[in-house]
């Protein structure tokens, strides 16, 4: 099956730096990676997410990029906010038109500061 | 709000207790979710259900028992569980098995 690593596992930035967040995937065939969010009491909220056809994909201040060579994708956050501060999932899963399953990272806990 | 609420936010049982965690979507969408996050552990897939119909179940112990009576709610039945089934239980839908999860705020559960 997927198996999916996340790194790292905490990450302290000032606040206005940039953030970024690795994440490696193992089937070749996954082809669609979705981010999420989660803040303290609450469930995970997806911020951004991009498909094997592309390399990259922006949405204002987060970014998403893709290598499917190496079999990895990353997540950039530039100037970072004290509200960016929460925990961050990287998932991976192959899409076959009728079924996907999500396999998630173990999280990284991002933690900006004034 | 991501139009998926849960209930209870918090329960505490004891290993001979039965309860339900209960999940709503106001979403119009077919597919639900029941996940288990624990601490330093990627969030577990446990049951999928698509039109009221299960099509996963992860290998979960059958002291866990879903159910779906229709697309817009999902429960999950609670009896003689065990202490390290303490966790978030987050439940998640998405329009098709293949679209987007939108996940609720989940159930702490705290099994004594």
């Known amino acids: 099956g997927e198996n999916v690593e996340q790194h790292p596992s905490t990450l302290s930035v000032q606040e206005g730096d940039s953030a970024v967040i690795k994440c490696t995937y193992s089937d070749s065939a996954s082809n669609y990676f979705p981010w999420y969010k989660q803040e303290l009491g609450k469930g995970p909220q997806l911020i951004i997410d991009?498909?094997?056809?592309?390399g990259e994909k922006k949405d204002q201040r987060i970014a998403v990029t893709l290598n499917k060579t190496a079999k990895h994708f990353s997540l950039h956050i530039t100037e970072t906010q004290p509200e960016d501060s929460a925990v961050y999932f990287c998932a991976a899963s192959r899409n076959t038109g009728t079924a996907s399953k999500l396999t998630f990272g173990t999280g990284t806990r991002l933690q900006v500061t004034l | 709000e991501t139009g998926v609420t849960q209930t209870p936010r918090h329960l505490v049982m004891g290993m001979t207790n039965k309860k339900s965690l209960k999940c709503e979507q106001h979403?119009?969408?077919?597919?639900m979710y029941w996940y288990k996050q624990s601490a330093k552990k990627p969030l577990e897939l446990m049951f999928v259900y698509n039109f009221k119909e299960q099509t996963e179940n992860n290998s979960v112990p059958s002291r866990f028992s879903p159910e779906c009576p229709n697309s817009s709610h999902l429960f999950l039945h609670l009896h003689t569980l065990q202490p390290e089934d303490s966790a978030l239980y987050l439940c998640?839908?998405?329009?098709?098995?293949?679209?987007?999860?939108?996940f609720g705020p989940g159930t702490r559960l705290t099994v004594l």
């Open positions: 979403l119009g969408h077919n597919a």
């Open positions: 991009i498909r094997s056809n592309v």
């Open positions: 998640a839908s998405s329009r098709g098995l293949t679209d987007t999860q939108y």
